[in-house]
């Protein structure tokens, strides 16, 4: 398959993380951490009727990380998974995402909390977040499952998959 993919940010977020290390490794773990999305003006009007929901979905690239790996030591334990296993950073292509709150829309600014991302990332794409849709409750998390939900919360991240 040799098929070129090419994505132009269309506005950059703002949080406080200035650094990779010792940031929330999940939006659980960062739920009053607060974060101002900058979306280029020639998409406001795109905003429309996104002030009815609660929570959106930023998809993003990860521009400090490059390289992969296909199987890594997560944060979240010490034992190493295949990188589609995990949430990894370092994937063949950096993207993430985080499901946060959205407070309010002014403009071209969205103020949103629960942000688990690095300053100055750019972003690729907003998505609603529809609970109907996007809950799955008896979904299965993997190895994920024998860890306790205060653990999450409180793990941070740290250099291992920088730059």
Known sequence: MDIQISYKPIGIIRTPFT????MPIQ????????GIVELNSEFVLGLKDLEGFSHVILIYHLHLISGYKLSVVPF????PHGI????SPARPNPIGISTVKLVKIEGNL???EGVDILNET????IKPFFNKFDNRPEARSGWLEEKKLEDI???KSDQRFEK
């Open 122 to 125: 750019p972003l690729l794409d």
């Open 153 to 155: 919360i409180t793990v």
């Open 27 to 34: 939006p659980t773990g960062a739920e009053k951490v607060k």
């Open 110 to 112: 969205i103020f949103i």
């Open 84 to 87: 589609f296993a995990t949430r």
């Open 19 to 22: 650094e990779i290390s010792n």
């Open 76 to 79: 979240m334990d010490d034992k």
